[in-house]
């Protein structure tokens, strides 16, 4: 299959969906900007024109006037350099994209087909998979817990591991930056692991108020998701009188069915079912703190409330922030390099997979299938002896290296359909002692123009490699893909 330039557009769509969103919003911020220094403005000049000012006064409210139309213009600079660099972003990805009609050319079907073999495209792969791989360690960076760092938590995105590597890689490949909303996927982690590793609402709350018109339009469930962890963490402190004053405060109103307005009858129904355990939590709070209740509260019948006062709350908050970031922003819900790897293993994914019996990632597996759930944590099984041998291997005496089986893919490989493949490329391909590789009837199957010398090597047991004219006995030839 030949790879053409309008798969490439098609599958970049994402890298121009953020700045254009990011624009869309910086715009509504300067118009808000705008209108709330106009109407200040209006007010200051109606005291101005007071009939009972005196002149300092009037004075004082004119210099005041100036202040604030000089703190309006700090900000509408700010947003100006914000909306040059979103554009400067989409310019970049635009004459990235338009690199690849230098090295393609016209097919039978309107595409341009690119010209795999060219070195100049190498390096725009290069790049490209450079992006793919920053993209994901920006987003998916955890910091160590702050139990091993002497309680020190990380506020700063200096130790992200994506930034690092981009800050590192940005002079053999410039302008990579622009190729990445890295700002935007930082903000994202630093909010994500201060709600799921330092179960801290600040940033959350913040990013919510900033964000307050759209999640509002859009009918997000995240207000309750923050009221709900606020009110639960305060029980977990032990701050009941606290907390029943700010479950009356903040989350009562969310048991109003015409609080959600048209089409929120399922997130009411989700969010009356959590503020129904409300006084059962309570409840169950007051037991422990009994004589005998840590006894009695870790009996079966209580295990709910157990549930309640778990992580799983941070989790959840955790989740409905990612929806809503992503949907702000039109960001994937999935990884881009999950995206790529995946389509790349489903060509490669055979019903032979998952049969290596002597790897404890696939002991469970029910007559290898593929699809059950592992035993162990398979990502930290990097060594050789998990490659292999399984029963195509054992008799070649070669490692494994297939992606599909590695420990390191193997998850994400996991769910995908097998290749509708019969055979390779080469049938019955084998590879020569020099390394190179050719279907074995072609090698045994002398041509008209050599009749004679093909028949002298084949009774001699041996084979000519036709390019380098080197001759190698058959014995020596390894079959490098079973059938």
Not at 342 to 368: D, E, R
Request: hydrophobic share 35%; glycine share 4%.
């Amino acid at each position: 299959m030949d790879v053409s330039v309008n798969f490439h557009v098609a599958s970049r769509q994402s890298q121009f969906r953020v700045p254009s969103e990011l624009i869309r919003i910086n715009f509504k911020h300067v118009q808000r900007l705008i209108e709330k220094q106009r109407l200040a403005v209006d007010a200051e000049v109606a005291k101005i024109k007071a009939a009972d000012l005196s002149p300092p006064e009037r004075l004082a409210a004119l210099r005041k006037t100036i202040r604030g139309f000089e703190t309006f213009q700090k900000k509408l600079r700010q947003a100006l350099d914000k909306d040059r660099d979103y554009h400067a972003r989409l310019e970049a990805r635009r004459a990235h994209l338009c690199q690849l009609a230098q090295w393609a050319k016209p097919s039978p079907d309107g595409d341009m087909v690119l010209n795999l073999h060219n070195p100049n495209l190498i390096q725009w792969y290069r790049a490209e998979h450079m992006a793919l791989i920053v993209d994901y360690l920006i987003k998916s960076y955890v910091p160590p817990s702050p139990s091993s760092t002497s309680g020190k938590r990380f506020k700063s995105d200096s130790e992200n591991s994506g930034l690092k590597l981009l800050a590192s890689i940005k002079d053999n490949y410039p302008g990579l930056d622009k190729l990445i909303d890295h700002d935007i996927f930082a903000l994202f982690n630093r909010i994500f692991v201060s709600i799921v590793q330092e179960h801290d609402l600040d940033l959350v709350v913040a990013w919510f108020n900033d964000n307050k018109s759209f999640l509002k339009k859009n009918h997000s469930n995240l207000e309750f998701e923050i009221n709900y962890c606020k009110f639960l963490s305060l029980i977990d402190q032990g701050e009941v009188k606290q907390a029943i004053v700010y479950s009356q405060t903040h989350l009562s109103v969310y048991s109003n069915r015409d609080h959600y307005g048209d089409g929120g009858q399922a997130m009411y129904e989700a969010n009356s079912a959590k503020l129904k355990h409300i006084g059962g939590l309570l409840v169950y709070v007051s037991m422990k703190e009994e004589p005998s209740g840590e006894k009695v509260a870790l009996m079966p019948r209580y295990r709910q409330y157990q549930q309640l006062l778990s992580n799983e709350r941070w989790v959840s908050l955790s989740q409905c922030f990612m929806d809503n970031f992503n949907q702000l922003y039109g960001i994937p819900h999935h990884f881009p390099l999950y995206t790529y790897l995946s389509a790349g293993l489903v060509t490669l994914k055979t019903k032979s997979c998952y049969h290596n019996h002597t790897n404890t990632i696939f002991g469970n597996q029910a007559n290898g299938s593929g699809h059950n759930t592992p035993a162990h944590d398979v990502w930290g099984m990097v060594d050789r002896k998990f490659r292999g041998p399984n029963h195509y291997y054992h008799a070649l005496k070669k490692i494994n290296h297939c992606p599909v089986c590695s420990p390191e893919l193997f998850q994400l490989a996991r769910g995908l359909p097998y290749a509708q493949l019969i055979t390779n490329v080469f049938n019955n391909p084998f590879k020569l002692p020099n390394g190179n590789i050719y279907p074995f009837d072609k090698l045994l199957a002398p041509s008209d123009n050599h009749l004679d010398e093909k028949s002298i090597l084949l009774r001699k047991n041996s084979i000519k490699d036709p390019l380098t004219h080197q001759v190698y006995n058959i014995s020596d030839c390894v079959r490098v893909y079973p059938a």
